[in-house]
């Protein structure tokens, strides 16, 4: 495809459901980054992926939150029993390789009500 | 660790006005910095990056921003504002001993008629 495309464009879930949001990196790129932007703030770092591995998931808030990409292409962003606060914008990223431009999805609305 | 901060979370500039946009980082080794902007209702968009070559890095849309390492500073500046720079700017750090790449809480440029 010709840009980072993610999946659903926007989720509305009750509290304490389980979500999956879905993102298609850009073909060739190594490099995959999960982020969360709330209301006026910026892209708040959660994890990120070199290949089939998660290199760094420091960002990850708590264990509900876990990510795979298991086969160095489409990741997957999974939210278990999903609370008011986990509302934001989820933006996916990838870059051909580490340290590269990041190009950025549309972003995946989540709402938890 | 590394770390952005923007001064000035909305700025007001007239058309025809110079822009310019503040941010400085925080890096125990050299960075790489970049400048994206993020238009109503779009995605993150890359305005330019330094990756340590020259200092004075030219982006897109007439931007360009100046590494200065004295005072740890990338600042975002443009001649001449046109309505259409409306938008919110993150600026944002990556350094080849932390692959993630973190980002400022944004500025939100406005242009005045």
């Known amino acids: 495809g010709a840009g980072v495309s993610q999946t659903p464009s926007n989720k509305v879930t009750e509290k304490g459901k389980y979500v999956e949001l879905r993102c298609d990196p850009i073909?060739?790129?190594?490099?995959l980054y999960w982020y969360r932007q709330s209301l006026g703030q910026g892209p708040e770092f959660l994890i990120y992926?070199?290949?089939?591995?998660?290199?760094?998931d420091s960002g990850l808030p708590n264990d509900r939150f876990f990510a795979v990409r298991p086969e160095g292409s489409v990741s997957t962003l999974k939210i278990q029993r999903t609370e008011r606060g986990d509302s934001a914008v989820y933006l996916c990223?990838?870059?051909?390789?580490?340290?590269?431009?990041?190009?950025f999805g549309q972003g995946t609305r989540l709402t938890v009500v | 660790a590394q770390s952005v901060t923007q001064l000035g979370s909305h700025v007001s500039v007239s058309e025809g006005a110079l822009v310019l946009l503040r941010c400085n980082y925080s890096?125990?080794?050299?960075?790489?910095l970049f400048w994206y902007v993020q238009y109503p209702n779009q995605g993150l968009q890359l305005l330019l990056k330094?990756?340590?070559?020259?200092?004075l890095v030219k982006g897109i849309n007439g931007f360009e921003a100046e590494f200065k390492k004295s005072e740890t500073s990338f600042h975002l500046t443009k001649p001449s504002a046109h309505m259409s720079d409306a938008a919110e700017y993150f600026c944002?750090?990556?350094?080849?001993?932390?692959?993630?790449?973190?980002f400022g809480k944004g500025t939100r440029l406005h242009i005045l008629p």
């Open positions: 990223a990838s870059s051909e390789w580490a340290r590269t431009e990041a190009f």
């Open positions: 330094y990756t340590s070559a020259a200092t």
């Open positions: 890096s125990s080794v050299p960075p790489y």
């Open positions: 073909s060739g790129h190594t490099a």
């Open positions: 944002a750090v990556n350094t080849n001993r932390d692959d993630k790449i973190i």
């Open positions: 992926f070199q290949g089939t591995g998660a290199a760094d």
